[in-house]
Each structure stands twice: as C-alpha cells, then as structure tokens.
C-alpha cells in the first residue's frame, strides 16, 4: 500500500488532493461513502488491518485459554529450553550447600513396679496427714535432651570424624573463628560466651525430638555435618538421658528412704509408749476381766497397740524394699537402637532443587511469554 500515489487515491475516493491530505491528517472526518469507495477501490487494505489486529488472552476481564494455548504452544521451544536450563542451574547451586547428615537413637521406658509396691504405705502416710513425696516422676525428655546440662557437655567434648581427626562442634561450624569484619578492627577475636551461646542455640535447631504418647517410643535425631560426629552425639545424648533420669530416680529414692527411717524410728517410740501403758494398766488392774468397765479401756489400748503394730511392721516392709530400689539402680529408659554414622546424606535434597528450579523456570518464562506478546 505504500507504493499508491495520493492523486491516484484522490481520483479514486473522488475528491481533491488537498482534502485527501486533510483525511490523512485528522483535519477532516471521511464520509461513509468514502469509505465505501475506498474498500472498493482496495480491497486489501481492510484485509491487512485484519491481519495487524492480533487475538487478544484477556477479552473483557476472560482468559481465553485457547489463545493462551497457541501463544505457548508456539514459544515452546524457548519455554523448555528455559525450564532445562533452570532445572541444571538449581541442581548445580545445590552442590554449593553444605552436605547434612542425620543419626538417630530410639529409646524406651522401662516398666516402674516399684511405686506400686509402695502404693501402700503412701496410702498410710496420707491417712496420717503427711505428705510423701511421689517416686513415679513423669520427665520431658524433649525437655531433658534440649537443656543446657547435656548442651554444655556435648560442646566441651571432643569427637572423632570420619577423617580420624578429634574436633569439637565450634570447630566444626567455625564458629570460634573470627567475623570478616572482624579484618578491619585493631582488636580482633571474638567473645568465648557469646560463641558459646551461639553454639548452644545451634546445637538445639541440630536436635529433634520425636515421642509418641501412645507407645511411649522416644526417637532422637542429630543432623550435623559429619555423618560419625552425628552418630557419636546422639548415643552420647541417649546416655546423658538415661544417667540424668536415673540420677533423678535414685535422689527421689534415697529421700524416700530417709523419710520412712525417720517415721519409723518415731512410731517405733510411740509403739513403746503405748506398749508400757498397757503393762502398768495390767499391773494395776488384775481383774479387768471382770470389770466391763475396765475391759472397755483394756480394749481400747490393745487396739492402740496392734494399730501401731501394723504401722510398724509396714514402714519396715517399705523400707526394705526402699533399700533395695536403691541398690538395684533399674534403668528407667532403655536404648532400643543405638544411632549409626548414616551412609548417605539428609540434605541438601538435590530431587527437591531439581523440581523447585524447573517449576520455577517455567513459569519464568511463561510469563515473560505472555507479557512480551
């Protein structure tokens, strides 16, 4: 269309040249009949603005899919091209982060017979208004393996890695060395507790604890970065539990011991006491017998006295089986499975950046698609 002159078009439409120009300009609006001239004087020139007009995806605030289809369809080569290229990119970005490896320990509670054996005697102890401290103490092992006492050991000890080289946790995340910034400043080095606090906190996100309320199972899962190191410090961690728990469990017992001698020793006198009343209230009363009187508070005393009995007799049962829980150290957890250096990595997850990078990809590029066109 660029090759028609404008006299030519004027002499078609049937106007002057100047008001051909004034068409062009804007100046002037063409008739109906002028258009229709027009059309039929060059057909093709409606067909070409056909052509320019393209298919819109949003029509009237609709996505047409159709369109979005074909537009896609015919990008598709740059669409997974992008897509292959994001996958190797994320997949060779994983092999920059540091590898993790996760060791795990299982432990069980053993069965507790000895509070059942003194149910008895704190049944006793109640009814005589004392209050007997309880054996069967229920712990928080998540509580326990996050604390700062089995913290604080694990950080102060040395363990072997697979490169037979002895390093503690610091070491390990190099924490102990000082910042870059650290460069520009005359004094240098770093504070020993703000790493040791730093260390602790990092140690606590590397430990997990897993328990299930209905068996009782207990898992503990180390992740650090050397797979032996993970597997030393999670049976280490299972026997810190079990030695803290048992250590608990014998104070509790010893205290237990104390408190039943003490009340023995005390019902031991009043049984005397009452024992002695009884013979001078039979020295002086030889013929209670025969007195109804007499007999009422000879019975009374005598129920006294094999009261006191019973009592006796119990709190020396209980503190013969104190005496032997004391000695017999039952554990109260048991190690299930001990933890093992894990032969492969748990992170990074090299699948998950494969997918990641790829979804990521295409949809990079399928909105760039879009947008362009």
């Known amino acids: 269309m660029n090759d028609i002159r404008q006299e030519d078009m004027a002499d078609q439409l049937?106007?002057?040249?100047?008001?051909?120009?004034?068409?062009?300009?804007?100046h002037t609006t063409i008739s109906i009949d002028g258009l229709a001239r027009l059309k039929e004087a060059y057909p093709e020139f409606d067909d070409q603005n056909e052509m320019n007009e393209k298919p819109k995806i949003i029509q009237d605030n609709i996505i047409d899919f159709g369109v979005l289809s074909r537009v896609l369809f015919s990008q598709r080569k740059k669409i997974i091209l992008t897509t292959i290229l994001a996958a190797l990119l994320g997949t060779g970005?994983?092999?920059?982060?540091?590898k993790y490896y996760a060791a795990q320990i299982s432990l069980y509670p053993a069965k507790k017979d000895f509070g059942q054996n003194l149910g008895q005697f704190q049944s006793l102890a109640s009814n005589f208004g004392m209050n007997m401290p309880n054996s069967d103490q229920d712990f928080n092992i998540s509580d326990v393996v996050q604390s700062n006492l089995i913290a604080n050991k694990i950080l102060n000890k040395k363990w072997k890695s697979r490169s037979n080289e002895y390093i503690d946790l610091k070491s390990l995340w190099q924490l102990d060395a000082p910042p870059w910034y650290l460069f520009f400043l005359p004094t240098g080095g770093g504070d020993d507790s703000f790493i040791h606090e730093k260390a602790i906190k990092y140690l606590g996100n590397q430990v997990n604890v897993v328990e299930d309320?209905?068996?009782g199972l207990i898992k503990i899962n180390v992740t650090l970065e050397d797979p032996l190191v993970a597997a030393t410090v999670a049976n280490f961690i299972g026997d810190q539990v079990q030695l803290y728990i048992q250590k608990e469990n014998s104070a509790q017992t010893a205290k237990e011991k104390l408190f039943i001698s003490d009340r023995l020793s005390l019902v031991k006198v009043e049984l005397e006491a009452l024992e002695l009343k009884m013979k001078n209230f039979k020295e002086r009363n030889r013929g209670y017998e025969d007195s109804p009187e007499l007999y009422m508070i000879f019975s009374r005393n005598f129920r006294e006295v094999e009261a006191k009995k019973q009592v006796y007799v119990?709190?020396?049962q209980q503190l013969e089986l104190a005496r032997i829980e004391e000695v017999k150290q039952t554990p109260i957890l048991h190690i299930l499975d001990h933890a093992v250096p894990p032969s492969r990595k748990s992170a990074p997850n090299r699948f998950l950046f494969l997918v990641f990078s790829a979804a990521f990809g295409l949809c990079v590029s399928t909105l760039v698609t879009v947008f362009k066109y």
């Open 14 to 26: 049937g106007v002057s040249r100047a008001t051909l120009i004034n068409y062009e300009k804007g």
């Open 93 to 98: 970005a994983s092999f920059l982060f540091t």
């Open 213 to 215: 309320r209905q068996t």
């Open 314 to 316: 119990t709190l020396q």
